[in-house]
């Protein structure tokens, strides 16, 4: 068992949930969560653009508040913004109303800068309730994720995260990386490295 791939009886408990795209190519769909912030995602940014990659990043509202030169610069490169709720809500033992309350006002933050951007949706630590998944599932689509980094754990090895994720990635996994300060040191080494294999191996990149 692949300690950075989602445990295949997930998606048979919440199919309406995405987390991983019907692939007949090489191809993958790279995620980061928890932007945008100054540094972490810059550097995302400019390796994306070295290996012409486009990805999806999934924005907290707040920061989007603080930052929006930076979320202007995932904009104008052509990546494609998901929400990640206002504060990096939990969902597990928030109210129905306040997670809602809590989504739609990352959704206005977002709509400030990109009116009409798509309806994805990331819970944070990939904890959601079912009351919260039917509300949000007429709005949004709800992406999980097929391989996760672990970039965020301080306890990984920078070796070992990038391992990991190159064994764990397949056609049509949806990938998520972070682009916070939590997980910089991991990301700096593992992303670029990451790509590179990846595009060596003849997979693309796409976004969601």
């Known amino acids: 068992m692949n300690l950075f ?3 295949f009886f997930l998606p048979l408990l919440y199919p309406k949930l995405t987390w991983r795209i019907p692939a007949s190519e090489k ?69 129905l109303q306040a997670y809602t309350e809590n989504v739609r006002q990352c959704e206005e933050e ?4 990109l009116p009409g951007n798509p309806k994805l949706f990331r819970p944070p630590y990939g904890r959601i309730t079912c009351s919260q998944i039917n509300a949000l599932k007429t709005k949004y689509k709800i992406i999980m994720w097929d391989v996760l980094t672990q970039d965020y754990r301080h306890s990984m090895a920078p070796d070992t995260c990038i391992r990991g994720t190159i064994q764990a990635t397949r056609p049509g996994s949806v990938v998520v990386f972070h682009d916070s300060y939590k997980a910089e040191r991991n990301l700096v080494f593992a992303l670029p490295r990451y790509l590179e294999y990846l595009a060596d191996e003849g997979y693309s990149f796409g976004r969601l």
């Open 5 to 7: 791939r989602t445990p």
């Open 27 to 95: 191809k993958v769909y790279l995620t980061f969560d928890d932007g945008p912030v100054p540094g972490p995602t810059e550097f995302v940014l400019d390796t994306l653009q070295k290996f012409r990659a486009t990805a999806t990043f999934f924005c907290i509202g707040d920061n989007v508040r603080k930052h929006p030169h930076i979320f202007q610069k995932v904009v104008q490169q052509g990546h494609r913004i998901g929400n990640h709720t206002f504060n990096h809500l939990k969902g597990w033992g928030a109210s």
């Open 110 to 113: 977002i709509d400030q800068h």
